[in-house]
T-cell receptor
Framework: NAGVTQTPKFQVLKTGQSMTLQCAQDMNHEYMSWYRQDPGMGLRLIHYSVGAGITDQGEVPNGYNVSRSTTEDFPLRLLSAAPSQTSVYFC???????????FGPGTRLTVL | KNEVEQSPQNLTAQEGEFITINCSYSVGISALHWLQQHPGGGIVSLFMLSSGKKKHGRLIATINIQEKHSSLHITASHPRDSAVYICAVLPTSGTYKYIFGTGTRLKVLA
């Protein structure tokens, strides 16, 4: 099993550009989530999904979209990047909500 | 005030010392997770607790649901234990959202 994979590992964007952060898992997990991690603030939930076709907003959803067309993939789209979105982004998955979470390696995003 | 508070925020210890990291929360929960974030950034799950105590190697996690408090203990600490330890709770409010503490940064000196 590859576990949870994220691409890219690093990305630099200019303000206003859009991009998609990819997340995939091969463990047939139902629950997937995206977090951002900023210094001194801990992990904050952006969006989550409890299964294919079902997504919902987390704590900080503005400026981000998600979709879950398959169990395996949960991409995060930045619609129009802003410097405030400079952060480290983690994708995580678990068999169901409340079970052990498996985290991807993270994507370090800088918006200039 | 954050719903999940960790203490201390930073901790430096000598190799071999017994270490305790605390997590207090103000909401009703069904379970609590302890996570470890390595200096390289990767995050792994250490424990999931809903009551009592769990042990894995030199790591021990305890929880007191009534007192809304959990502790993570590291016995015979080693420099490779240097990491950020994060507490996350599962609220009983019916949402599918974890609430995270801001983490405790541990450095173990040789």
């Amino acid at each position: 099993n590859a576990g949870v994979t994220q691409t890219p590992k690093f990305q630099v964007l200019k303000t206003g550009q859009s991009m998609t952060l990819q997340c995939a898992q091969d463990m047939n997990h139902e629950y997937m989530s995206w977090y951002r991690q900023d210094p001194g603030m801990g992990l904050r939930l952006i969006h989550y999904s409890v299964g294919a076709g079902i997504t919902d907003q987390g704590e900080v959803p503005n400026g981000y979209n998600v979709s879950r067309s398959t169990t395996e993939d949960f991409p995060l789209r930045l619609l129009s990047a802003a410097p405030s979105q400079t952060s480290v982004y983690f994708c995580a998955s678990s068999y169901s909500f409340g079970n052990e979470q498996f985290f991807g390696p993270g994507t370090r995003l800088t918006v200039l | 005030k954050n719903e999940v508070e960790q203490s201390p925020q930073n901790l430096t210890a000598q190799e071999g010392e017994f270490i305790t990291i605390n997590c207090s929360y103000s909401v009703g929960i069904s379970a609590l997770h302890w996570l470890q974030q390595h200096p390289g950034g990767g995050i792994v799950s250490l424990f999931m607790l809903s009551s009592g105590k769990k042990k894995h190697g030199r790591l021990i996690a305890t929880i007191n649901i009534q007192e809304k408090h959990s502790s993570l203990h590291i016995t015979a600490s080693h420099p490779r234990d240097s990491a950020v330890y994060i507490c996350a709770v599962l609220p009983t409010s019916g949402t599918y959202k974890y609430i995270f503490g801001t983490g405790t940064r541990l450095k173990v000196l040789a």
